[in-house]
């Protein structure tokens, strides 16, 4: 099945700063990657998504970027606010309904 | 408006008692899931139900029983509890088959003693 790495597992970044993610994924034919945010005691809450027939994706301050040559996708959290302290995951599907996670990375911002 | 609900919250219990986490969500969605979050944060999907039939069934113990009792609702049933089944719990829905975006509850927090 599919195998998605992320990382690192631990990222600190100063406010303000940009935060970058990481994630790998082994399957070829997954075609929908999103980004879950979860916050502690929180469910797992969607913030951005890409699709295989896309390269890059901006939401605001969040921006998702795929290369799917190299089979491995970024989350880019640029002027990062205490708010962002968060988990993140990452994850991959072929759209048959699975969504293979990451194991999370624990992003904190600094004040 | 809460989307996707969960109950309980928390959940504190015995060794080898029976015990019931329910779901509903109001978003209209035909597909929900069940997920396992360990102590590592890992999320792993345990089952899944579209439109009342189970789709999804993962390498997952017989004492975990899901039942649907209309697309709306999908409650997970645990016999006979371990120490191993401590972990959160989330529910998730999406709007139907080969549809992508997944939507999570807020979550139940299992403790066997």
């Known amino acids: 099945g599919e195998n998605v790495e992320q990382h690192p597992s631990t990222l600190s970044v100063q406010e303000g700063d940009s935060a970058v993610i990481k994630c790998t994924y082994s399957?070829?034919?997954?075609?929908?990657f999103p980004w879950y945010k979860q916050e502690l005691g929180k469910g797992p809450q969607l913030i951005i998504d890409?699709?295989?027939?896309?390269g890059e994706k901006k939401d605001q301050r969040i921006a998702v970027t795929l290369n799917k040559t190299a089979k491995h996708f970024s989350l880019h959290i640029t002027e990062t606010q205490p708010e962002d302290s968060a988990v993140y995951f990452c994850?991959?599907?072929?759209?048959?309904?699975?969504?293979?996670f990451g194991k999370g990375n624990q992003v904190v911002v600094i004040p | 408006d809460t989307a996707v609900s969960q109950t309980p919250k928390y959940l504190v219990t015995q060794m080898g008692n029976d015990k019931s986490i329910k779901c509903e969500q109001n978003?209209?969605?035909?597909?929900m899931y069940w997920y396992k979050q360990d102590s590592k944060k890992f999320l792993k999907i345990m089952f899944s139900?579209?439109?009342?039939?189970?789709?999804i069934n993962e390498t997952v113990p017989n004492r975990f029983s899901p039942k649907s009792p209309d697309k709306a609702h999908l409650n997970l049933h645990i016999n006979s509890l371990e120490l191993g089944d401590s972990a959160v719990y989330f529910c998730?829905?999406?709007?139907?088959?080969?549809?992508?975006?997944?939507?999570f509850g807020p979550g139940t927090r299992l403790t066997v003693t």
């Open positions: 978003l209209g969605h035909d597909t």
């Open positions: 399957d070829s034919a997954s075609n929908y």
């Open positions: 994850a991959a599907s072929k759209g048959n309904n699975r969504l293979a």
């Open positions: 890409i699709r295989s027939n896309v």
């Open positions: 139900y579209n439109n009342k039939e189970l789709i």
């Open positions: 998730a829905s999406s709007p139907g088959l080969g549809s992508l975006e997944q939507y």
